[in-house]
């Protein structure tokens, strides 16, 4: 039990009647009234700190049995004299009004203080980080991938997809490729042992043009995600797998024009629409006219760096017209169809954009690296 | 090819700078990759493409500048001084294998001074990145440089009757080549002879006994023209590539070797004095008129979508040495859309022999940027893969379960590949593989999971869940054909959450893979598991995992395997945590969740509803919770909805042999709030099965 608190005065005035008091006027009566409201007004100041303290003001003045305002009414208001009770009345109730007034706003000052208090208490730390759920992601090759697809389909390329283990035919004659031409010497080749006709591993993904063209007659307009092998050492550059997509467009109407508005679409869409292409001839023994496709440097933008050589531009991919000897296999009238074919390298379209260094990173599975990619 | 810029300038005047020219030559199809300052000038570092022989020489690279610039080029014209003796009278060419040797020519030099080349020529050689050996020896280099023809010199006194014969070497005939080996040779391959043996490697390389040395006086100059397959073949099987082999391998100009012999004596005698005969021994059988080739303004529109002016088309081809002269009807009317050109081919464009080839010639001089760009209007609607749908579906949700992709090479380690695959399969082995632990296609996506949570390990990540979308390859038994088999595989370790200040750790468990690969299930309809497994999978910790629902064969069902690496082969691979992995055949599994999702409607929400009740059994060890679920199902109450394991736990007051297991059973009425009296119908009907059926006691909680 706190101690109790000298909260009212001592049994007070308040306990003698109005007549013992001699207060015999209306005059003397107001006088009274006041003093009492002095005194309300004086405790309350002094004990509003402490809500505990507080509480046992609030009973004294208020309570039903002995409170303040109880003992006047019984020992002022009651036996007042009839000549006086209008004016005790009237003074009481205003003294009422008044205490009541004080005791709400001091109670809305409290429970808005303590309000602030538990605020305080429990305000959360907006710097400590939230519970995070794990969530995997997608490897860069496959969101290149998925872009790459995106661009293509939206132009009317349908996605395709082959058999690593290849054929020397669909690798290599069947795109104009014999077994002694030069252009092999790019094309390092894995044999797989104990296979019918010495299956390789294919090193492009140009196989599928073959394919698809032998099953579907024109228009033709493909693109063939997958994995290629060469039989390389691997450097910071190269791999002995790697990621092609292949592209080919047949139909009666293609034209070299056709194959640039293609291509430069392609460019904007992957490298941003500033991003300017420049096709440089080329060589492809599956393509004629063949074209090396240039964008401008990602790096410097075109003004010239080490990274393009100061030339600013950097060799996309490779593409041309499709070779007529190519429809000759897939018995395509020459005559009447022309296209266009491209094979793109990912892992180099992905390692420029994004500004990887080295093509092992993409091998490795780091998850340090996977998990910059979200 | 190294070319020297002021070389070229010998044959076409050229006032571009170095760089500038260099831009020009790549935008005309002979990519410039680098431009060098050495004492002799600049040098231009030329990518020639395989079908270009002919710019394997600055004679054939000032011809595109001629073109590139509209420039004339200017005419080869060597004239050395030649003595009265004719060379057919001092010696004779044989070609046995005219099908090998379509032509060669012998120039016969006598007194010449073997010495050290001058400076110009030192500095030149050095320039494109050649050593100087003598000066006969430096101008045979020199001419095959500026003219793109190989030629050889031999010490005429050192050839057996100071005749050659062109032939196939006979079986176990060696030469002991210029390189210093000894190499056997093969009846394909085709040698220059003299009377008694082989001197050189037709095209590769000359032979050590017939070489020219600082004694040497009197030399046979071979000018020839081989067949570039043979070369191919023989430089091939020899391992020797030589800058000879190759020109001749792509296709040396018949009509050069003439000239380049004349060239190169006038060179000799310029730096070496002596007397050449008059003459050249020239065998040719190879000898064909060229080829004409006519180029038709639609074929290039057709191919090309936009026009070239006549007078641009007549220029270039015509500096490219086609000779174009107009054969149509409408000749005298320019840029009609009916003209065509009669070409002659060159001899020293053997690329050249169609239409279509002369269109590239036109353009790539005309400049591709002159063609305007144009996107073709799509003719049919585009389709993604025939599964992309259900694998984008599949792919979200492992990712959103926390993996992270990975992508792998399946080229692997045999032994490791060993260890995953099922005895019966047979592996696609590589039979010319770049090292041995990269020589076997993968049987099985575990070999190159394992591999990956490996290097994360080894590089102190511990927490791992990935997943690949990859390929198994093997060779079918049968008809050995190989097959490739698309396989998801996840490969999990470590946490499955990580401390932190507002929850515990927890290591990842078999449940987790389990919960993991039901989430992907859920796609498909379910899956349905069954305790068994590969040796590779710890014994007890092992399941394969089949589609639950669906209408295919058994067979067709099975998706794969999925457990706890087993502790024998962890340890092998030296992983120090346990390890858990799961491989599903991505064909049936796409196709389950296509099936899936092409029956999936929607069920109305229940509006009444739903009662828990929680039974709290002992049952004996062995006794499985399916075996629980199915004795409940059997009473065939209508409104229960689930049977779920609420706390599982041995020990304590449960004797030993048995175990406690708390089960909540939820109830729900489509039509009708359930009352007391139902639900306590169903306890006791549930009880009483699980006493009969199971043997199980109700515990009091
Ligand atoms: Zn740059």
Redesign the interface.
């Known amino acids: 039990m706190p101690p109790r608190l000298k909260t009212v005065p001592d049994k007070w005035i308040v306990e003698q009647t109005l007549a013992d008091l001699g207060d015999t006027t209306p005059e003397r009566v107001e006088a009274r009234f006041a003093e009492v409201r002095q005194r309300f007004d004086e405790q309350s100041a002094i004990h509003s700190a402490d809500p505990e303290t507080w509480r046992t003001f609030v009973v004294a003045w208020t309570g039903r049995k002995s409170g303040v305002l109880s003992l006047i009414t019984d020992h002022w208001l009651k036996p007042a004299s009839p000549e006086l009770k209008r004016a005790v009345g009237q003074e009481l109730n205003k003294l009422k009004a008044h205490i009541e007034a004080v005791l709400e706003q001091k109670r809305i000052e409290i429970e808005a203080a303590a309000e602030r208090a538990a605020q305080a208490r429990e305000r959360i730390d907006l710097s ?2 939230g ?1 995070e ?7 860069l ?2 969101q290149t991938f998925e872009e790459l ?1 995106r661009i ?10 082959g ?3 290849e054929s020397p035919y669909y690798n290599f004659e069947a795109l104009n490729i014999p077994e ?4 092999r ?1 790019n094309m390092d080749t ?7 006709g010495g ?1 390789l ?1 294919r090193t492009h993904t140009s196989p599928m043009q073959i394919r698809t063209m032998e099953k579907q007659p024109p ?1 033709v ?1 493909i693109i063939v995600p997958g ?1 290629v ?1 060469r ?1 390389d ?1 691997p450097d910071a550059t190269h ?3 790697f990621h092609q997509i292949e592209g080919l ?1 047949v ?1 009666t ?6 194959f ?6 392609f460019v904007r869409e992957f490298l941003g629409p500033k991003a300017k292409t ?6 492809f023994p599956f393509t ?5 496709v240039d964008a401008t440097c990602h790096v410097c933008g075109g003004s010239g760096c080490r990274v393009c ?1 100061f ?1 600013g531009w950097i060799e996309l991919f490779g593409a041309g ?1 499709v ?2 000897a190519v429809y000759g296999f897939v018995k395509y009238d020459a005559k009447k169809l ?1 296209g266009f074919a491209f094979g793109m390298g990912v892992d180099r379209l992905a390692m420029m954009k994004y500004g990887v260094s080295e093509l092992p990173l ?7 690296f ?2 910059q990619f979200p | 090819m190294k070319i020297l810029y002021k070389w070229l300038k010998e044959f076409v005047d050229v006032t571009a700078p170095a760089p500038e020219l260099g ?1 020009r030559l ?4 002979n ?1 410039i ?2 431009v060098e300052e050495f004492i002799a000038g600049p040098v231009l570092d030329a990518e020639v ?4 022989p002919d710019c394997l020489g600055h004679y054939g690279m000032a011809r595109e500048i001629a073109a590139i610039y509209r420039l004339p080029l200017k005419a080869l014209q060597p004239k050395p001084k030649e003595s009265s003796e004719k060379a057919v009278d001092a010696t004779r060419v044989e070609i046995d294998c005219p099908e090998l040797c379509g032509r060669y020519t012998a120039r016969i030099l006598r007194g010449v001074k073997v010495q050290p080349s001058p400076d110009w020529l030192r500095q030149r050689l050095e320039a494109i990145g050649q050593n100087s050996i003598n000066n006969v020896v430096d101008v045979t280099n020199y001419v095959m440089f500026e003219l793109g023809q190989p030629l050889h010199a031999f010490d005429l006194d050192k050839l057996a009757e100071r005749r050659i014969i062109v032939r196939r070497a006979r079986p176990g005939e060696t030469i002991h080549t210029l390189d210093g080996a000894r190499r056997p040779l093969a009846p394909d391959m085709c040698v220059i002879a003299d009377a008694a043996r082989a001197v050189a490697i037709a095209g590769v390389m000359g032979g050590t006994e017939s070489e020219i040395g600082f004694s040497s006086r009197d030399i046979l100059l071979e000018s020839a023209w081989f067949d ?2 043979s070369v ?2 023989t430089s091939k099987a020899l391992g020797l590539r030589t800058e000879a082999s190759y020109r001749f ?2 296709g040396a100009d018949p009509e050069m070797a003439e000239m380049a012999s004349r060239r190169a004596a006038e060179l000799i005698q310029q730096l070496g004095g002596g007397e050449i005969l008059a003459g050249v021994v020239d065998v040719y059988p190879r000898r064909k008129p060229p080829l004409v080739i006519e180029l038709a303004r639609t074929e290039l529109l ?5 026009d070239v002016p006549d007078r641009d088309i007549e220029e270039i081809l015509g500096a490219l040495g086609f000779h174009p002269v107009r054969k149509d009807a409408e000749r005298g009317t320019p840029d009609s859309p009916a003209v065509v050109w009669a070409c002659r081919q060159p001899s020293w464009r053997h690329d050249v022999t ?1 239409e ?2 002369l ?2 010639e036109v ?2 001089h005309f400049g ?2 002159k ?6 209007p ?8 025939p599964h ?1 749908g259900a694998l984008g579906l599949l ?1 979200e949700r ?14 692997v380690d045999p032994q490791r590949d060993a260890l995953f695959r099922p005895e019966e399969r ?1 592996p ?7 090292a041995e632990d ?1 020589s076997v ?1 993968r049987s099985s996506g575990i070999v190159s999971m394992l591999g ?1 949570l490996e ?2 390990l080894n ?1 102190g ?1 511990r927490n ?4 690949e ?1 990859g ?1 198994t ?1 093997e ?1 079918n038994a049968q ?4 097959v ?1 088999t698309p396989v998801l595989t996840l490969g999990a370790t470590g946490l499955a ?1 990580e401390k ?4 515990a750790l927890r290591e990842f468990g078999f449940a987790d893979l389990k919960g993991d690969l039901d989430s992907l299930g859920d796609l498909a309809g379910g899956l349905a598991w069954q305790a068994d497994g590969p040796a590779w999978l710890a014994a007890g910790r092992a399941a394969r995992i089949s589609l639950a629902q669906s209408a295919a064969e058994k067979e067709a069902r099975a998706l794969g395997v999925a457990g706890q690496l087993a502790r024998k082969i962890a340890e092998q691979l030296k992983l120090r945590q346990d390890v858990f992995v799961a491989e599903v055949r991505l064909d049936p599994f796409l196709a389950g969740i296509e099936a899936a999702r092409a029956v999936r409607r929607f069920a109305p929400i229940p509006r009444y509803p739903a009662v828990e009740r929680d039974f709290s059994l002992v049952l004996a060890d062995g006794v499985t919770f399916a075996e629980v679920d199915a004795a409940i199902r059997a009473l065939g109450i209508a409104e229960l909805r689930r049977v779920e394991p609420a706390d599982l736990f041995r020990g304590g007051q449960i004797p030993a042999g048995r175990f406690s297991l708390m089960i909540r059973v939820t109830f729900q009425s489509a039509e009708t709030t359930l009352t007391e009296a139902q639900l306590a119908d169903f306890s006791s009907r549930i009880i009483a099965a699980l006493e009969q059926r199971l043997g199980a006691t109700l515990r009091a909680s």
């Open positions: 400590l980080p519970i759920r794990a969530t995997g992601t997608r490897h090759i496959r697809e293509f389909l939206a132009i009317g390329f349908s996605v395709v997809q058999p690593e283990i002694h031409h030069p252009a010497d894995f044999y797989i042992e104990g296979t019918r299956r591993l228009p307009r994995k092998y039989r050492n791999g002995y797998m467009a139909d109407d293609i034209t070299f024009c056709d640039k508005g293609t291509v430069e679409y420049r096709l440089r001839p080329s060589y004629e006219p063949s074209a090396e050589k030339s017209m070779d007529p022309s993409l091998y490795q599975n780091d998850v340090r996977l998990r | 831009l790549s935008l005309a199809g990519a990759d680098s493409t395989a079908n270009r570039p397959i191919r073949r391998e792509r057709r191919v090309m979508g936009a169609r279509v080839d269109v590239e353009a790539r591709y940027d063609f305007p760009p144009r996107l073709p799509a003719k049919q609607p585009a389709h993604r893969l992309a792919c492992v990712v959103a379960l926390g993996y992270q992709e990975i992508v792998e090479i399946p080229l047979i696609a082995v590589i039979s010319n593989p770049l990269a296609m990956a290097w994360n590089h990540q791992l869940r990935l997943f979308i390929k390859y060779i008809g050995g054909e190989p490739e959450r932190t200040i507002y929850e």
